[in-house]
């Protein structure tokens, strides 16, 4: 079932064989990289990696994950463990994505190994929960270092947040709608930005060592607090800080040379996030002591007002450029999950239209948006990033299984690279691990729901996808003509080369 819905596309199974369909061989029906010819190259697929992942995350997670082991040393260490299991799931993803060379991320994978229901649950989750939450996080992050300046020696007003990063989310999704051009070049210049921003930090702390302030990294596992409870939460918000590890495998359509792109992006990408994000992690415990790291109402602010005094202020406007690239990149990804379950039939179908003009999914990205402006409602960061991280782990480790899955049913597939078996088995368990840790060791009724959540698109797909209960799809046709009208969008088999 799940098979026949990957390849039903027009011109999909013009003679070829099973390995082949799902692979480069493309139709002569409209997609989002052939006739667009706005191909990413390695630059545009590194820049892509390090500007999605490096984002808000290394500004907000540092005091989480300090705080749940409560030490030097061990921070670190997670730091550097959340880097080297980033690089294993996106050496997994590396040769899916060369494998079935759609986008769309986890979802086709799913759908070839597993069948729709799963990949449905996936899309179900993914786009009303957890990319919408963390493009709204993100963007809430960016409002509020971006309104601090204007409020010096106290907290921005809430409101001014939530208008701030609104404003955000629908300026990202404007620029998205409009050009896939546009929107990889402004990648581009943030991405730029925010290594100039992670430059500063990293030397600023090696002069710091270099001149002999490294008082605060001896005993440095002294008054840690170690236990599968706290190592769990602290990997969840480290790997906050390294989400976006898979996110070429979203616009694997728009990649030019995807076997060979793919992964040298992430071989390159991903290293070098790990390598800046410990260097970044010693540079703020340099100058301050595990306390005060926690006390501190926004880390790399104080170490800008430490270090870089009376030039600080360039501190929080380059970390909101860094914030609002990741927000920039998450839009450009998710944007291509959205399309792909449109059309799929798994979402409503007019999210699977491409604009004639511009040849971007401009339905799908502007949904994703207006669901992320629901999600700056006020909430908690922290528990945010613990829920979204236990709800996304859960198919990140169903992804890399089914990996291991097609090793044994799908023989017959081209694999461009093919990884050792032992690291998709390493992040099957280490998935594993993550998702049950927390329950475990410290259960909540909020992981309860997030499964019930989950397991609610059960009854959405019987209903709409088994039974084709089309009655959404009747109720949307006014959106739908009005859209083709504003937008001049079509749907895909309706634009040939």
Same mark, same amino acid.
């Given at each position: ?5 990957l ?6 199974n013009?003679? $070829? ?16 990289q052939?006739?667009? $010819? ?25 005091k ?26 996106? *050496?997994?993803?590396?040769?899916l994505g060369?494998?079935?060379?759609k986008?769309?991320?986890?979802y ?5 190994a ?25 963007? *809430? ?17 809430q409101?001014v947040?939530?208008?701030l ?12 709608? *409009?050009?896939v $051009? ?11 930005a925010k ?13 710091l ?23 769990g ?10 989400d976006?590890?898979n ?9 030019k040379n ?17 390598v800046?994000?410990v ?8 100058v301050m002591?595990?306390?005060?790291l926690?006390?501190s109402?926004?880390?790399a ?30 839009c ?11 059309r ?18 401009a ?9 992320a402006i629901?999600?700056?409602?006020p ?13 996304v ?12 899955v ?6 017959e ?17 280490v998935s ?17 729901y ?15 996808v ?10 949307? $046709? ?5 859209l ?14």
């Open positions: 079932m799940g098979k026949e819905s390849r039903k596309r027009k011109g999909e013009n003679g $070829k064989e099973d390995g082949e369909s799902i692979q480069s061989h493309e139709p002569q029906t409209m997609n989002l052939k006739q667009a $010819k706005l191909f990413l190259f390695p630059l545009h697929g590194i820049c892509m990696i390090v500007g999605t992942i490096i984002g808000s995350g290394i500004f907000v997670s540092p989480s994950v300090l705080a749940n082991v409560g030490a030097v040393g061990p921070c670190l260490t997670i730091w550097a463990a959340c880097g080297i299991l980033a690089t294993l799931g996106a *050496l997994c993803f590396a040769e060369t494998m079935i060379t986008s769309g991320g986890e086709p994978y799913l759908m070839e597993f069948g729709p229901i799963p990949a449905f649950l996936f899309s179900w989750t993914s786009l009303l929960v957890t990319k919408p939450s963390s493009f709204a996080i993100i963007c *809430l992050s960016f409002a509020e270092y971006a309104s601090a300046p204007f409020y010096p020696g106290c907290d921005p007003p409101v947040i939530k208008c990063a609104a404003a955000a989310i629908v300026i990202i999704t404007i620029v998205n709608s *409009l050009s $051009k546009l929107g990889s070049y402004l990648q581009n210049f943030l991405t730029a290594m100039i921003i992670v430059t500063i930090i990293i030397v600023s702390g090696i002069v060592l270099a001149q002999g302030k490294t008082e605060n990294f001896e005993d440095s596992f002294k008054d840690s607090k170690i236990s599968v409870s706290s190592i939460l602290a990997f969840y918000n480290g790997l906050w800080a390294y976006g590890w996110q070429l495998n979203y616009i694997t359509e728009e990649l995807p076997y060979r792109n793919l992964p040298l992006s992430i071989i390159i990408g991903i290293p070098l996030v790990t800046c994000y260097l970044i992690n010693i540079s703020y415990f340099t002591t595990s306390t005060e926690l006390q109402q926004a880390v602010v104080t170490f800008g007002d430490r270090v870089l005094y009376p030039a600080s202020w360039i501190v929080p406007l380059f970390v909101a450029f860094s914030t609002i690239g990741s927000a920039n990149g998450t450009f990804t998710a944007g291509r999950l959205v399309y792909v379950a449109g799929e039939g798994h979402m409503l179908k007019v999210l699977s239209y491409i604009s004639v003009k511009r040849l971007t999914p339905p799908a990205i502007i949904f994703y948006g207006a669901i629901i999600y700056i409602i909430g908690d960061i922290d528990t945010l990033i613990n829920y979204f991280s236990f709800a782990w859960i198919f990140y480790g169903l992804t890399v299984l089914a990996l291991i097609m090793r044994f049913t799908r023989k597939l081209r694999r461009p690279i093919r990884i050792p078996i032992i690291i998709p088995v390493i992040v099957t368990l594993i691990l993550l998702v049950l840790a927390p329950i475990i060791s410290a259960p909540e009724l909020a992981y309860l997030c499964v019930l959540f989950i397991l609610t698109g059960l009854i959405v797909y019987v209903l709409f088994h039974f084709k209960f089309n009655w959404p799809q009747k109720i949307s $046709k006014p959106i739908t003509m009005h083709q009208m504003l937008l001049e969008v079509v749907p895909a088999e309706d634009i040939t080369e």
